[in-house]
């Protein structure tokens, strides 16, 4: 079946340090969605890509999708305290596995003042 | 406020009881889904329903069984649970179920242990 992986697992970083996690799909994708959830809160969508190559940017979040559409990576640059949680990607699957949402297992990322 | 509501919030249950999670969205939804969030693990796609109908269920044990009433309403009956069912039940709907999906909204969860 479709596999959704994301590394790195956690990441802590200092204030104004960048900070990327990566999500690789074991099918190809028909679309990515990336999600955030905050300590003791719920994941909140963030973005969906959907075309080959798509590169979105939301401030200072940075989304790209693969040329391929199996993977997708997060970029944040200058980390600010507030950016704190579980960055999740969510690939929605082809082929076989047509219409599927499959989430990856998320990065923790700390930041540290 | 998410427009997705979970009740009850915190549920501690013994193995031997019969409970229900609640789930209600005010967004005009078409499909509704129910995840668990275990610690250390991806969110794991428990049932999905599709204009009330359920069109996912991903060899959950029948200690869960779900119900949807009308595409607002979602339920999640648990009964004979065991410890390591203890878990963040997440609910979730979109503007449509699959293959279309679209952006999931998700509710607050409900943070279940079970004794």
């Known amino acids: 079946g479709q596999q959704v992986m994301q590394i790195p697992q956690y990441q802590h970083v200092q204030e104004g340090e960048d900070f990327t996690t990566y999500c690789n799909s074991s099918?190809?994708?028909?679309?990515i969605q990336w999600y955030k959830q905050r300590p003791g809160g719920h994941p909140v969508f963030l973005i969906q890509?959907?075309?080959?190559?798509e590169v979105k940017k939301q401030k200072r979040l940075t989304f790209q999708f693969g040329e391929a559409k199996k993977n997708s990576s997060l970029h944040i640059t200058a980390t600010q305290t507030t950016d704190v949680g579980t960055y999740f990607c969510?690939?929605?699957?082809?082929?076989?596995?047509?219409?599927?949402?499959?989430f990856g297992q998320g990065t923790i990322l700390t930041v540290h003042p | 406020e998410t427009g997705v509501t979970q009740t009850p919030r915190h549920l501690v249950m013994g193995m031997t009881n019969k409970k229900s999670l609640k789930c209600e969205q005010h967004?005009?939804?078409?499909?509704m889904y129910w995840y668990k969030q275990s610690a250390k693990k991806p969110l794991e796609l428990m049932f999905v329903?599709?204009?009330?109908?359920?069109?996912e269920n991903n060899s959950v044990p029948s200690r869960f069984s779900p119900e949807c009433p009308n595409s607002s309403h979602l339920f999640l009956h648990l009964h004979t649970l065991q410890p390591e069912d203890s878990a963040l039940y997440l609910c979730?709907?979109?503007?449509?179920?699959?293959?279309?999906?679209?952006?999931?909204?998700f509710g607050q969860g409900t943070r279940l242990t079970v004794v």
């Open positions: 967004l005009g939804h078409n499909a």
């Open positions: 890509l959907v075309k080959s190559g």
């Open positions: 099918t190809t994708l028909s679309n």
């Open positions: 979730a709907s979109s503007q449509d179920g699959p293959p279309m999906g679209g952006e999931a909204f």
């Open positions: 329903y599709n204009f009330k109908e359920q069109t």
């Open positions: 969510a690939g929605q699957g082809g082929g076989t596995s047509y219409g599927k949402l499959t």
